[in-house]
């Protein structure tokens, strides 16, 4: 018994035991380590990753603790930091080896009465109220950071009378069906894509009624042989018109992103289209701010050119987060059409990439790292259907 006391006081304080002294440490066990480890937040979700239910497996033995981590957000990025949490809440139990293994896996989603999409865990749609407020720039950037954070991901081109994710990827190439009549996605730079510019001539002039759009949007959707995707981003043409509001109805979208600039006309739109997925019973994971200031690529001053604060006042008055804020980016609009997208390039100060060039491809890591923390706890369904809807 007097044992057990010092035991738990070794413990306590984090040193290994001296025998001289009578110190022996009872073995660990596997709830001790469950218990250490919920003094480990995860850095993305800011919980304890045991609550989460992240820690998946945990093995003990006299010489050696394993503890296997599956996060429901790509873990590239924070992989060594939650290792580091992991072994040093674990270092006070006294083991001489502490093996951790950190991974994730994005669950798949399932809404009450939409048809899953197969292939693809989770639907993000990109939406803006207003157009040239930079949608497609953010959805191509945005999906290549989240590619680089670990995940797999495809982008849909939803603009089917102006398609422009072609050109942002530099694709050239037609899109062919296999041999069930389904369309194979496009790959570049490790992301799935599809668009309406890969099926017709790019000049060709499209004009589709309503149900000829939904039927379009349907096949891309549901015909397009996604591979095992963990996000599937839908860029969505401005405003809230046949195509948005189709795909509010047949895609099982797990959660949608709104882009807008800091101007009053662009704000004032992001309104309807938060009003429009909210009735749909949609998430709105959060506003992304695009072209939000300027630096000085010479001394780094900041300026704020359409106006300060702008998205932060519209989060906060409708509750949603603010995901980030991307300045001007000198090489975002020169590389369109060369198929060279911000995030693909070497923007570092070896290649002589600048200032403004380096801070935009850090904000889209940043919204990539936010999107996808909002994407893992977003409950599609509640509002259409009842918090009850959701099966993960
Ligand atoms: N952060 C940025 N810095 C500099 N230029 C940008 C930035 N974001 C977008 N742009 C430029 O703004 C223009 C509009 O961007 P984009 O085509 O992505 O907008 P959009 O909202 O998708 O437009 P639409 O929906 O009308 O097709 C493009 O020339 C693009 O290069």
Redesign the pocket.
Known sequence: MIVAVINIETRAIGRTPDPSQGEVLAPVSEDDVRQALRGVSDPDLKQDIVSLGFVKKVQVTPERILVDVERTVPSATVEALLRARCEAALGALGVAAIEINVGFQVPPVTIPGKTPVPGVARLIAVA?G???????????NLALALSQSGARVGLLDC?LY?P?VPA?FGIQERAHADGQKRLIPLSEYGIEVMSMGFLMDRLAALSWRGPMLHKMLSQFLFGTRWRELDYLLL?L??GTGDVQLSLTQIAPLAGAVL?TTPQKVALRDVVKGLEMFKSAGTPVLGVIE???YHLCPCCGERTAVFGEGGAQRLADKYEMPLLGQ?????K???V?GSGEP?MVRDVSEESAGDL?DRA?ADAFRAVARATAAAISQARPGWAAAGPDAMEV
């Open positions: 803006s207003k157009g040239g407020v930079g949608k497609s720039t953010v959805a191509v603009d102006g422009s942002l860029d043409p401005p882009v695009n072209m939000s991307i300045p001007f980016s000198r975002v609009p020169s369109l911000l403004t935009a």
